[in-house]
T-cell receptor
Framework: NAGVTQTPKFQVLKTGQSMTLQCAQD?????MYWYRQDPGMGLRLIYY???????DKGEVPNGYNVSRLNKREFSLRLESAAPSQTSVYFC??????????????FGPGTRLTVL | GQQLNQSPQSMFIQEGEDVSMNCTSS?????WLWYKQEPGEGPVLLIA?????ELTSNGRLTAQFGITRKDSFLNISASIPSDVGIYFC??????????????FGKGTKLSVIP
């Protein structure tokens, strides 16, 4: 079991460029999440998908779009990157069922720099 | 929205010492989670707590769900160099269906001096 995988691991963009961050999980989890992590700010939720076919905004959704492609995959898209989007992006998943409902498992992250 | 206050922000300890850190909330939580993040990696779930007063261990780590439901504590006994990292608490006001968003503390950065 690879758990949660993310690609790419590193990315440098110029302002205005677009890109898609990929995430996949092999734990058969129902829910998936995208976070960004900035120094002094902790982890902030961008978007989440409670189940296949649904997506909802989190705390900081502006400038991002998401797609829940199937139960395994959840992608995050930056349509026009801005320097303020320089951050480390983490994908997470959770079973969202039973006693372990809230336990989220994280991927290794994508380190994005926007110049 | 809800906020989690995690303390201390950072700590330097000698190898072999015990470590304590805590997390407090302005409102009641029904779930407390503790994560560890090492440099360049994603957070790894260490312990999950679901019941007020619950005390759960994972090796040298012990976490407790506070009786008031507004706090949680993590203790590490006999620290070793590989304990270095940032420890995050996370909580949720609900348990079960309808809950998806965790609230995270800002982390306690632990440094262990050999």
């Amino acid at each position: 079991n690879a758990g949660v995988t993310q690609t790419p691991k590193f990315q440098v963009l110029k302002t205005g460029q677009s890109m898609t961050l990929q995430c996949a999980q092999d734990m058969n989890h129902n829910s998936m999440y995208w976070y960004r992590q900035d120094p002094g700010m902790g982890l902030r939720l961008i978007y989440y998908s409670a189940s296949e076919g649904t997506t909802d905004k989190g705390e900081v959704p502006n400038g991002y779009n998401v797609s829940r492609l199937n139960k395994r995959e959840f992608s995050l898209r930056l349509e026009s990157a801005a320097p303020s989007q320089t951050s480390v992006y983490f994908c997470a998943s959770s079973e969202a069922r039973g006693v372990s409902y809230n336990e989220q498992f994280f991927g290794p992250g994508t380190r994005l720099t926007v110049l | 929205g809800q906020q989690l206050n995690q303390s201390p922000q950072s700590m330097f300890i000698q190898e072999g010492e015990d470590v304590s850190m805590n997390c407090t909330s302005s409102s009641i939580f029904n779930t407390w989670l503790w994560y560890k993040q090492e440099p360049g990696e994603g957070p790894v779930l260490l312990i999950a707590l679901y019941k007020a007063g619950e005390l759960t261990s994972n090796g040298r780590l012990t976490a407790q769900f506070g009786i008031t439901r507004k706090d949680s504590f993590l203790n590490i006994s006999a620290s070793i160099p590989s304990d270095v990292g940032i420890y995050f608490c996370a909580g949720h006001p609900y348990s079960g269906a309808g809950s998806y968003q965790l609230t995270f503390g800002k982390g306690t950065k632990l440094s262990v001096i050999p």
